[in-house]
């Protein structure tokens, strides 16, 4: 099982980045997935979540407005664009799979996922 995140980088505050989690090995039509955060020295938290359908999303109120979830089961991959980039929004992002569930749930508690992939850094300078 691999979840493979990508597209974290060195960004300036205001400016968009976009990360992708491929995943290979899971039946990913079935698949809820999520995207949680890790900042220096934090806990990690819960970001964004999507259904198997894309059709049900959630977020932490801190991105609500500027950081978009979406999966294109086509690709077997999950997206989290985001926007209005702030330096507390510096961490390490990862992405989870949840597997088996219906098509319209989504799991904000890390616990619920039991894949996880390994990790992309994200720098906001100010």
């Known amino acids: 099982v691999q979840l493979q995140a990508s597209g974290g980088g060195l960004v300036q505050a205001g400016d968009s980045l976009r990360l992708a989690c491929e995943v290979s090995?899971?039946?990913?039509?079935?698949?809820?997935m999520g995207w949680f955060r890790q900042a220096p020295g934090k806990e990690r938290e819960f970001v964004a979540g999507?259904?198997?359908?894309?059709?049900?999303?959630g977020y932490t109120d801190s991105v609500e407005g500027r950081f978009t979830v979406s999966r294109d089961n086509a690709k077997n991959t999950a997206y989290l664009e985001m926007s209005a980039l702030k330096p507390e929004d510096t961490a390490v992002y990862y992405c989870?799979?949840?597997?088996?569930?219906?098509?319209?749930?989504?799991?904000?508690?890390?616990?619920?996922?039991?894949?996880w992939g390994q990790g992309t850094l994200v720098t906001v300078s100010s």
């Open positions: 090995t899971l039946p990913f039509r079935s698949t809820a």
């Open positions: 989870a799979g949840k597997v088996g569930v219906g098509s319209n749930e989504w799991y904000q508690y890390a616990k619920s996922y039991a894949y």
């Open positions: 999507i259904s198997v359908s894309g059709l049900f999303t």
